[in-house]
């Protein structure tokens, strides 16, 4: 089955600095989507940034990026210029076709914020 | 547009009680899921729905029902709720059952079996 493990319980980043959160991922397949989904303290799933499998360039969202590296299966985040309001928990996640399409999400990482 | 709304928020019951999560969206989305959140272990997914009238089962059925009668409406059933039932609820949808689709999620249900 497909697994997807986020090393890190909690992580801290001081205001402006730059944070990288880490991801693992198990598969045998080769067309699959990866997300990074943030959740503040008001409970509400929200999408920071996705991936596919097949784009070898890393995407980015502003502040927001990815190290993508598919024969390794690792799918971090990189947040810059970090923010108060970034302080959530991030939560790494796995679809694919041949899972039926279900989203797979790691265990989350908790980022602090210190002003 | 609303989104996903889900009610209640919050929610008490007892061992044994049955209760309904209700689970809505105005998006006209094709593809609906019931996740659980549980500290520690991420969210796992229930049951799911690719359309009205078609259900299925995720990581952790056992204990919960489903049905799929409209394509707004994804009702979750607690059939005998149990302390091990405790957790953060989350209905989601997308517009189709695509690997490609961000799902939208729901504000979440807190549910306490005592």
């Known amino acids: 089955a497909q697994t997807v493990t986020q090393s890190q319980p909690e992580m801290s980043v001081q205001e402006a600095e730059t944070v990288t959160l880490s991801c693992t991922y198990d598969?045998?397949?080769?067309?699959?989507?990866l997300f990074w989904y943030k959740q503040p303290p008001s409970r509400q799933m929200i999408l920071v940034i996705r991936?596919?499998?097949?784009?070898?360039q890393n995407a980015t969202e502003n502040r927001f990026s990815v190290n993508f590296q598919k024969a390794a299966k690792s799918f971090s985040l990189k947040i810059s210029d970090s923010q108060l309001g970034d302080a959530a928990m991030y939560f790494c996640?796995?679809?694919?076709?041949?899972?039926?399409?279900?989203?797979?999400f790691g265990a989350g990482t908790i980022l602090r914020v210190k002003s | 547009n609303a989104g996903v709304t889900q009610t209640p928020k919050f929610q008490v019951l007892k061992t044994g009680q049955s209760m309904t999560l209700q689970c809505a969206q105005d998006?006209?989305?094709?593809?609906m899921s019931w996740y659980r959140q549980d500290p520690g272990m991420g969210l796992r997914l229930i049951h799911y729905?690719?359309?009205?009238?078609?259900?299925d089962q995720g990581e952790v059925p056992n204990g919960y029902n489903v049905s799929r009668s409209t394509t707004e409406d994804f009702p979750l059933r607690l059939l005998s709720a149990a302390p091990s039932q405790t957790s953060v609820y989350f209905c989601?949808?997308?517009?189709?059952?695509?690997?490609?689709?961000?799902?939208?999620f729901g504000p979440g249900t807190r549910l306490t079996v005592l």
């Open positions: 989601a949808s997308s517009p189709t059952g695509g690997i490609y689709n961000e799902q939208f």
């Open positions: 598969t045998s397949e080769s067309d699959y989507y």
């Open positions: 991936q596919e499998a097949y784009k070898q």
């Open positions: 996640a796995y679809r694919s076709w041949e899972y039926g399409n279900k989203l797979v």
């Open positions: 998006m006209n989305h094709e593809y």
């Open positions: 729905s690719v359309g009205a009238g078609i259900t």
